[in-house]
């Protein structure tokens, strides 16, 4: 143990020790603590806000609205709807009689595959049908509506087959423009694109990484080996990460996302120390 110094009792010295050992683990501690103020939080920005497609709501004329004359019937034409996926609403207007619908492989082959029948008096009857699983194996599925009216006056009829259906299966979205002004150093870009919505096995996703030196410059695609992303198939695309330096090729980022074939959600979001 050192001596105490001259003109210091013991506990005096061994109390200035102690002062001078906090001091110095504080003083540490405020130039860690500067030191982390550039890069130790983290931040995001959303380059291209996470989005489902839009849908629209398309509708297939099974039976034109029409007045059949007492004890008449009607046909309507018959329709290919083998590109219809998933859940559809058949609905039918009846006034007094009867509505047919029959699904089949081919147009020659209609009551194959199943039968809705909906019967009147009603204003408006529907049934959520599902061509998907009515087609089975199947290459193809065709639907056609028939009505008979079995009243002795004159009736009104109508049927329709109604989906919802992407807006387009060929898109092209741009996101907004990023600031990357106060980015620092390395950053990663986090892509995720989904499932294709009706479910195309040679669907195409692309996500490709734009910068520009102003938000309303031109805009170059990142060269670099890892500035596109692409997901194909019928599967649920895994979460991508792309590396990314800030602070060169252009201040401002933005994500463009096409497709074909099919339609998909995306998103893009960009994280770094700001």
Same mark, same amino acid.
């Given at each position: 143990?050192?001596?105490?110094?001259?003109?210091?009792?013991?506990?005096?010295?061994?109390?200035?020790?102690?002062?001078?050992?906090? =001091?110095?683990?504080?003083?540490?501690?405020?130039?860690?603590? =500067?030191?982390?103020?550039?890069? #130790?939080? /983290?931040?995001?920005?959303?380059?291209?806000?996470?989005?489902?497609?839009?849908?629209?709501?398309?509708?297939?004329?099974?039976?034109?609205?029409?007045?059949?004359? *007492? *004890?008449?019937?009607?046909?309507?034409?018959?329709?290919?709807?083998?590109?219809?996926?998933?859940?559809?609403?058949?609905?039918?207007?009846?006034?007094?009689?009867?509505?047919?619908?029959?699904?089949?492989?081919?147009?020659?082959?209609?009551?194959?595959?199943?039968?809705?029948?909906?019967?009147?008096?009603? $204003?408006?009857?529907?049934?959520?049908?599902?061509? /998907?699983?009515?087609r089975g194996t199947n290459a193809a599925i065709y639907v056609c *509506?028939? #009505?008979?009216?079995?009243? #002795?006056?004159?009736?009104?009829?109508?049927?329709?087959?109604?989906?919802?259906?992407?807006?387009?299966?060929?898109?092209?979205?741009?996101?907004? $423009?990023?600031?990357?002004?106060?980015?620092?150093?390395?950053?990663?870009?986090?892509?995720?694109?989904?499932?294709?919505?009706?479910?195309?096995?040679?669907?195409?996703?692309?996500?490709?990484?734009?910068? $520009? =030196?102003?938000?309303?410059?031109?805009?170059?695609?990142?060269?670099? /080996?890892?500035?596109?992303? /692409?997901?194909?198939?019928? =599967?649920?695309?895994?979460?991508?990460?792309?590396?990314?330096?800030?602070?060169?090729?252009?201040?401002?980022?933005? $994500?463009?996302?096409?497709?074909?074939?099919?339609a998909a959600d995306v998103a893009v979001t960009v994280n770094s120390?700001?």
């Open positions: 143990m050192p001596a105490v110094p001259q003109g210091y009792s013991k506990r005096d010295y061994e109390m200035k020790k102690m002062f001078l050992a906090v =001091a110095v683990l504080a003083l540490i501690a405020l130039n860690c603590n =500067a030191a982390l103020d550039t890069y #130790a939080l /983290t931040d995001h920005d959303q380059v291209l806000a996470a989005q489902a497609t839009e849908l629209q709501m398309e509708s297939a004329t099974l039976l034109v609205p029409q007045v059949i004359e *007492a *004890a008449g019937a009607a046909v309507g034409n018959t329709n290919n709807v083998t590109t219809y996926v998933g859940k559809c609403l058949l609905v039918a207007g009846i006034e007094t009689g009867t509505v047919t619908v029959l699904w089949g492989q081919s147009g020659a082959t209609l009551g194959q595959l199943g039968t809705n029948t909906f019967d009147g008096p009603a $204003a408006l009857e529907g049934v959520e049908v599902d061509p /998907t699983t009515l *509506a028939s #009505a008979t009216n079995s009243a #002795a006056t004159t009736n009104a009829f109508s049927c329709g087959l109604i989906r919802l259906t992407p807006r387009s299966a060929l898109q092209t979205i741009t996101g907004s $423009a990023v600031d990357t002004m106060d980015y620092k150093g390395y950053g990663a870009i986090i892509v995720s694109i989904g499932a294709p919505l009706n479910g195309a096995t040679n669907f195409s996703g692309t996500v490709t990484i734009q910068r $520009a =030196a102003a938000s309303t410059g031109t805009w170059a695609t990142v060269t670099n /080996t890892t500035g596109t992303v /692409t997901h194909s198939g019928n =599967a649920d695309a895994a979460v991508t990460r792309l590396p990314y330096e800030f602070g060169t090729g252009g201040r401002y980022i933005r $994500a463009v996302f096409t497709t074909t074939n099919d120390f700001k």
